[in-house]
């Protein structure tokens, strides 16, 4: 290719010259091609240390002139043939043009601006994302995609210098880091290394520092594990690592494939080797951590951040943080932890303006909001740019929302699309209306009873309480621009009032934000979901009745109604969740003290962002889960957690990071745990219902309170200090169930006694029965024992052990798939559990490889994840052929793509273009394990519709007239003597069948006048619905063009075969042998036509047998006409070329042809079978339409093939295919280390 003009000093150091002219010369590296000897070792190690670009490009161009001693390239390649072309190229194009010159330099200045033209010139064409792309990247990603080969699609995001451990060895060398691939090559002193892993595949990932494997990285697969070392930079490189296997977890997970944000600012500076998917997923890292220490919506993509000071009002002074601006938020957060913290809407914002600068304020910028409160910040650095970002964002930032157009921003990918309503406007037939009691209130408050007298102290505590809140409004205000401090923590923790319990789980969790920017959306969504009748809306109508059935709120038609609504509202919203077993009881939880509308985007907050991957319908471990559970004793707790504990990828991960908290603060109780296998056991239920399902709701809804403020830490600090508060206790269980009953008795006795509600009774009051019931716990000196004992956990140090565990987890749900499919398929095929594993990752391989380089169907219609594992994974037409290639045993040259399109179209019985893993077994297992009247059904299927199209019948017709006879004024005598046979068969049959009727007839009588039972209408409804098995008769007839169509597939699939010779004369025989009992065919009647096929076959296999026996005196008819069926091609025209000429033979059906010379080809174009006349004959049958008469049956096929033994031979012959499997594997190997010549022959030569 064509680069911009470089100077070189040294034009002969490690290159060679092989041709010059007074102006160019053309360079090859030294040591590429052959003869390198032993500089050509050392140069080709040297470019690989050094990454040196002649490693891919071994060629270059240099432009000279004169005596100058300064060369400039113009040019390089990867191929004597690229290279060439622009030689000839400068040649032809400037030669003659640079002789005018006089001036040395004025050429040299000629030469750089033509070659700079050229390549602005190809520039124009070229991808936006490549020109940001520097050159040197762009270098970097052509030499990955030639030493790896990766198409262009997989884009290259970094790449580094490093040593990979090749055994005690380190191979010094490059790792590059693609979208979807874990990349290394190494070449030192001969030995050449290549390593492809990827992303998909990856188990685990590491950073650690061993005394043998210094500060390396660890990445682990299935099988194997890969250590590098030597970084430049490793903390750069593993957290790059990290980012791409969260991408390639989430891939398998959901399905969402990688796609480059291509609104994506660009950079202020030119950014040296740093490409655009790097600085994508460097602003998508630092967009996570903001989301998630704000609790933002999804969208909110953050804009810039800087250092700054805040004015706190309430201690009257600065506070040292940091200011973050993003779309719709500027947000503040101390440098110390929970000092101060906050969040500014820019809907609520009212004035942003500088104020004065001073020694004491430098650099202030005064921000107010429509609540009249007033924020300071000072010390910013570039405070004109930021008030110019601010400025530019509120113009884009409406005043309030207005009417329902802001539906149009969806709150996340997967919301449905909703009509615009005008303010005030509802739809007819609504299911939901502001004027609900549900809309206005929570279902505590619709239901307040009476509070009894002696409850007395206790209320006067919630007032107390809610003084204490009303005072913190007043000094840090209220809504969500309050201040949030330590104090505010506090108070959380001391218990939220039941008033302001929704308010300020609203706030807290983000979820106001995202109902304040949505107005009328919960509504909309409403009527569009309800009346719709799905999976997720069976399963909510059975749990709704489950849902704290001991609360009198949800025991009417109004709490129920309001818990359907919102559940069915946000599986309508966000379908990839759509709905799973526990969320009833959260959400339950949150109707009791927030509206409908409230509680619905509390759910979407806790569902989409706090709890990510918990409620996902992935379901996976359940059965291991119930095994536990239901080895324990207390079966009335097993009961209620069972139907909540299925459990899902979040839950599971979550489940991870807990057993690895436990053993490193609990380290003996951890190893008492993991051998009873409690820890999997209690955590799912733990997690999924936030205590709610195993704790009293009083005691559990102060946790919920926390969990709102502080995130997931809460739940896993509480779920250590209940294990440490029982530790004695559980060290000395001798069995799960004694452990989960201790467990259980002390959740149960866990009580709020601050609490103002009466009393709700619990399920797990039945395990405190009893003489001596366990001691209390007072619900606030649990939590208080969490804070002091593990209070310590930090929200980035849970992401990052998140991280370790999803790719467990997710790989044990892939491996879980794998495992059930293969049992679901395991009875109705004959492949075994090894081999069917090994299928189904090829399988799986091929479907992620679509998602990875596109495909002619998107992603979503590809992979359902609620689909059941069996449907989860399918392959369109053009990977099946791929697979079918690769594994199938009938191997048929370049009919192969034919024969495989019209197999996946056999497959395909939904008609939707795509197979699932079922379906494709299914086809392999006939061709691999059937008999050989299963493989000839499958081959005659392959040539009917649907699996034959119409298309290529008609293509049929061409050939036609070589498989059919001349049409003669009278029948042949092989023809009459069938006659003869088949009236004779078919009188008879029709006296017999009109005897069986008449017999029937009268027992048919007989019947009617005995009573049918209900045994009788079992038994026939039973029978009714049992799978049928196709038989032999249910297969329609096979008509003239098919069967030219199956001709041609057999002697392609001859064509490899050591027994081609006998193959090819074997099917000669039954072609022609077939084609005549088509012929009789077309003389029976309808009545008994069917009949005397069938014994018309039977009759040809003794007259063959006596023609043998007997040698050629006692020649029988049909011995006559097979003898006659031979191979011709039709005589020259009066005009023949030279070339028909040539190939007028007359071969006989003995000695068909030669090897692998008769391709579907030669059909149809050149041969003619039996008894096919010359001359105008020949040419009256090219013009001729196909006989629509001529039919056979897969019976007379069967029978047919049955008389030859070379076909019998091949169709019962046995295949393996562990062998093609390897070869399918080798192709997309994850690991090779070649020790070659290839590019650098170090041949030692002596002359």
């Known amino acids: 290719m064509w680069i911009t003009p470089e100077e070189v000093l040294l034009a002969n150091a490690l290159w060679v010259s092989e041709r010059a002219n007074p102006y160019f010369i053309l360079q090859r590296r030294k040591g590429h091609g052959r003869g390198g000897g032993i500089t050509g070792l050392l140069v080709g190690t040297l470019d690989v240390v050094l990454d040196s670009s002649a490693r891919v490009a071994p060629y270059r161009i240099l432009h000279q002139t004169g005596e100058s001693q300064i060369f400039w390239n113009i040019a390089c390649g990867s191929s004597r043939k690229e290279i060439t072309e622009h030689w000839e190229w400068l040649e032809t194009n400037l030669l003659q043009t640079l002789s005018i010159f006089d001036n040395d330099d004025d050429i040299t200045t000629f030469v750089k601006g033509k070659i700079q033209g050229i390549i602005a010139e190809e520039n124009k064409s070229g991808k936006a994302q490549e020109d940001e792309d520097p050159g040197k990247f762009r270098e970097a990603e052509l030499k990955m995609r030639k030493l790896f080969g990766m198409p262009e699609e997989e884009k290259l995001v970094n790449y580094y210098p490093c040593s990979y451990w090749k055994g005690r060895v380190p191979r010094q060398g490059w790792i590059y880091l693609s979208v979807n691939h874990l990349c290394f090559y190494s070449f030192l002193l001969g030995k050449e290394v290549s390593l492809v892993v990827q992303w998909t595949d990856v188990t685990q990932l590491d950073k650690n520092a061993t005394l043998v494997f210094p500060e390396s990285i660890r990445v682990s697969t299935r099988g194997t594990e890969h250590f590098f ?30 796609s480059a944000d291509r609104f994506l600012p660009k950079p202020c500076k030119t950014l040296k080797n740093v490409s655009a998917l790097k600085r994508d997923l460097d602003a998508r890292a630092k967009n996570e951590r903001y989301r998630a220490l704000f609790r933002l919506t999804p969208d909110e993509r953050l804009d810039g951040h800087t250092d700054c000071t805040l004015w706190t009002p309430f201690t009257k002074m600065h506070v040292v943080g940091q200011m973050f601006v993003s779309n719709n938020y500027i947000c503040f957060t101390s440098r110390e932890e929970d000092l101060c913290q906050l969040i500014i809407p820019l809907r609520e914002v009212t004035i942003v303006e500088k104020a004065d600068s001073s020694s004491v304020l430098p650099s202030p910028l005064s921000i107010s909001t429509k609540n009249k409160m007033t924020f300071l910040f000072a010390n910013l650095k570039d405070r004109d740019f930021l008030v110019q970002r601010i400025s530019d964002f509120l113009q884009r930032t409406p005043d309030r929302p207005c009417g329902l157009n802001s539906q149009s921003e969806n709150p996340s990918p ?41 409850l007395g102290p206790k209320v006067t505590r919630e007032k107390m309480k809610e003084e204490s809140w009303n005072i913190h ?61 799905t999976l997720a809306t069976e399963e909510i109508e059975r749990d709704l009745h489950r849902s704290m059935p001991e609360h009198h709120a949800f025991q009417n038609e109004m709490g129920i109604a309001a818990l359907r609504r919102v559940l069915t509202a946000y599986a309508y919203r966000n379908p990839g969740i759509g709905y799973c077993q526990a969320m009833n009881i959260v959400t339950s939880v949150l109707l009791l003290y927030c509206t409908e509308e409230q509680a619905f985007w509390l759910l979407v907050a806790l569902c989409e962002r706090m709890l990510p991957d918990y409620y996902n319908t992935r379901v996976v471990g359940q059965s291991h889960t119930l095994k536990h559970m239901m080895t324990a004793v207390v079966f009335c707790v097993c009961v209620y957690v069972c139907q909540q504990c299925f459990s899902v990828s979040g839950a599971l991960v979550d489940q991870g990071v807990f057993e690895e908290l436990t053993r490193e603060c609990l380290p003996l109780l951890y190893e008492r745990m993991q051998e009873l296998g409690v820890i999997s056991t209690i955590s799912l239920s733990w997690f999924l219902t936030l205590f709610l399902s195993v704790m009293p709701f009083d005691s559990a809804v102060l946790l919920v309170d926390c969990f709102f403020y502080e995130g997931i830490k809460v739940i896993f600090q509480v779920s250590l200090a209940v294990l440490h508060a029982n530790m004695d206790q559980l060290l000395s269980c001798s069995d799960e169930g004694e452990a989960m009953t201790i467990l259980g008795r002390y959740l149960d006795n866990v009580v709020n006694k601050q609490t103002v509600s009466p009393p709700i009774p619990h399920l797990h009051a039945l395990l405190t029965s009893g003489n001596n019931p366990p001691p209390e716990i007072d619900a606030f000196e649990l939590i208080k024992a ?17 991280f370790k565990q999803r790719l467990k987890v997710i790989q044990s749900l892939e491996d879980t798939a794998k495992r059930s499919v293969v049992r679901a398929i395991m009875t109705d095929s004959a492949f075994t559990i090894e081999e069917l594993e090994e299928l189904y990752v090829l399988f799986k391989a ?72 079922k ?65 004779e068969v078919t009188s008879g049959e029709e006296l017999k069948e009109a005897g069986d009727a008449s017999t029937a007839g009268d027992t048919d009588d007989r019947k009617e006048e005995k009573p049918k039972d209900y045994k009788y209408y079992l038994r026939m409804w039973a029978k009714e619905h049992e799978p049928k ?69 039977d009759a040809l296999q003794p007259e063959r047998e006596d023609s043998s026996g007997e040698g050629g005196s006692g020649q029988s008819l049909v011995s006559k006409a097979l003898a006659e069926a031979q191979l011709e091609t039709p005589p020259p025209t009066a005009s023949g070329s030279d070339e028909e000429a040539k190939d007028d033979t007359s071969v006989s059906s003995y000695s068909v042809v030669s090897a692998g010379s008769l391709q579907c080809e030669d059909i149809a174009d050149d041969t003619v079978l039996i008894g096919c006349v010359g001359g105008d004959g ?29 076909l019998v031979d091949y169709f019962e012959k046995k295949h393996d295919i562990q062998s093609k499997i390897k070869a399918c594997k080798s192709l997309r190997a994850v690991e090779r280390q070649i020790s070659t010549s290839s590019d650098l022959d170090f041949s030692l030569t002596t002359q």
């Open 473 to 533: 409004f007043f000094e840090y205000g209220r809504g969500v621009c309050m201040y949030r401090t330590s104090k505010t923590r506090e108070l959380v923790l001391n218990g939220i009032p039941e008033s302001l319990r929704g308010e300020l789980w609203l706030l807290f969790s983000g979820a106001q934000n995202e109902m304040n920017t949505h107005p009328g959306y919960y509504g909309s969504l409403i009527e569009q979901a309800m009346g719709k009748c």
């Open 919 to 983: 379906e494709f077994v299914t086809g392999l297992s006939g061709m691999y394990h059937g008999d050989m009247t299963e493989k000839l059904k499958l081959l005659y299927k392959l040539h009917l519709p649907p699996a034959l199209c119409p298309e290529e019948a008609e293509s049929a017709l061409e050939a036609t007239h070589f498989f059919t006879d001349d049409d003669t004024p009278q029948d042949p005598p092989f023809l009459s003597h069938l006659d003869f046979l088949a009236q």
């Open 846 to 917: 091929k479907h992620i490889m679509s998602c990875y380089w596109g495909s002619s169907s998107t992603a979503a219609e590809r992979h359902d994840p609620s689909l059941p594992y069996l449907e989860q994974y399918r392959i369109d037409c053009g990977q099946f052929v791929q697979l079918f290639s690769a594994l199938a045993p009938w191997s048929c040259g370049l009919h192969t793509h034919t024969l495989s399109s019209r197999l996946f179209r056999l497959l395909d019985q939904n008609k939707d273009s795509l197979i699932n893993f």
């Open 1029 to 1097: 098995k196709e038989s032999i008769k249910d297969l329609p007839r096979m008509n003239q063009e098919q069967f030219i169509e199956m001709c041609k597939t057999l002697y392609n699939m001859f064509s490899e075969d050591p027994m081609e010779q006998e193959l090819y004369h074997g099917i000669a025989t039954v072609a022609s042998l077939l084609l005549r009992i088509g012929e009789v065919g077309k003389k029976f009647s309808n009545n008994g036509g069917k009949k005397a096929e069938a014994s018309t076959v």
């Open 786 to 802: 969490s804070y002091e004992k593990f209070g310590s956990l930090r929200a980035d140090v849970i992401e990052q052990m998140r």
């Open 414 to 454: 997967s919301t449905p699309p909703s009509p615009v309503l005008g303010l005030g406007e509802m739809p007819q037939n609504q299911h939901y209306s502001p004027s609900l009691p549900t809309a206005k209130k929570g279902l505590l408050q619709i239901y307040q009873q009476d509070i009894p007298e002696e």
């Open 1178 to 1206: 020949a040419d009256r049958r090219r013009g001729s339409a196909p006989d629509a008469d001529w039919s056979i049956t897969f019976e007379q096929v069967l029978a047919s093939f049955l008389t030859e033994t070379s």
């Open 229 to 258: 070392s030597m970084f430049l930079n490793i903390n750069e490189t593993f957290k790059l690592m990290e980012q791409l296997a969260n991408i390639a977890m989430r891939q398998l997970l959901d399905n969402e494939s990688f």
